[in-house]
């Protein structure tokens, strides 16, 4: 896998950034284009050392309308795909990537943590571990159940047709393969088309697909593939950094190790200057 080096961008001093892309209407901020470097590449599928994006889906002009495949996960993609908003309405569409209403036996939980705890020979005799597989059994329900919300976007009245980019929003998951945590950032942006979306939605989003059994390369492309659904926008970039509790704890024991994982479509994806603009804005570069 290509390694990242993060690096801050030295024209922005905003996590959340917001531009115009046509030089040639008045009223334009001055142009703070990145050079065009090549994008940060990381492999997330496919061979080893490969730079091939992690996503290869459907890209997007102005216009176009090329469908979309399913989520990695089977489920359907969100019905606002297939129905697309009036054009000057605010719309607040419920997300239904992931169900939320999960119905956890808790005592069954409860009872198998106790037997696990007693299969590596731990005296839960002590005051300490009295409750520990209750405890546990609900730390395991809140971080498995995936947090609702509504995806409220707005007409795009203004024609903005410029990266919208948040950096640096916290997130945490559990590795589907330990159990363990991974924690870091993820760094999120879009090219409208005739849709904005609220933007803390773009936090929400990625709350909602952590919580479950993720591996970050899934996590990465679920993300991604939302947006592209639910918006309609031109291009889509997401870009996750996190340090995986089962590298740094077991095994290689690599604390401080960062695991870089991206998912492009459309014209960030496809277009050169728009790519490298993307992976400048969110401080990333090979």
Request: net charge negative; proline share 9%; glycine share 8%.
């Amino acid at each position: 896998m290509h390694s990242c080096e993060r690096t801050e961008p030295d024209h922005h001093t905003h996590d959340t950034l917001l531009r115009h892309r046509d030089p040639d209407i008045a009223s334009a901020p001055p142009r703070l284009r990145a050079a065009h470097e090549p994008g940060c590449s990381t492999r997330t599928v496919g061979e080893a050392g490969s730079r091939e994006d992690p996503w290869s889906g459907p890209t997007r002009g102005d216009g176009a309308d090329n469908g979309h495949a399913p989520a990695p996960n089977g489920d359907p993609l969100p019905d606002v795909a297939n129905t697309p908003p009036p054009r000057h309405a605010v719309v607040a569409t419920p997300c239904k990537e992931l169900p939320t209403n999960l119905e956890i036996d808790l005592v069954r939980a409860t009872r198998a943590i106790a037997d696990l705890l007693d299969a590596l020979r731990i005296d839960r005799g002590g005051e300490g571990l009295a409750d520990t597989p209750r405890r546990v059994a609900r730390v395991f329900a809140e971080l498995l159940t995936p947090e609702p919300f509504e995806a409220t976007t707005f007409p795009n009245d203004e024609a903005y047709d410029e990266l919208v980019v948040a950096r640096s929003i916290p997130f945490s998951s559990l590795c589907e393969h330990h159990l363990l945590p991974f924690a870091g950032v993820a760094h999120i942006g879009y090219l409208p088309g005739e849709r904005l979306l609220g933007l803390s939605k773009l936090a929400r989003v990625v709350t909602h697909f952590s919580r479950r059994l993720q591996v970050q390369e899934r996590l990465t492309i679920e993300v991604a593939r939302w947006l592209e659904a639910a918006l309609r926008p031109k291009g889509v970039g997401v870009v996750l950094e996190a340090e995986h509790a089962c590298m740094s704890l077991r095994g290689a024991r690599t604390a401080g190790s960062v695991t870089f994982t991206s998912a492009l479509a459309g014209l960030v994806r496809d277009d050169q200057r728009t790519r490298a603009e993307f992976f400048s804005l969110v401080g990333c570069r090979p």
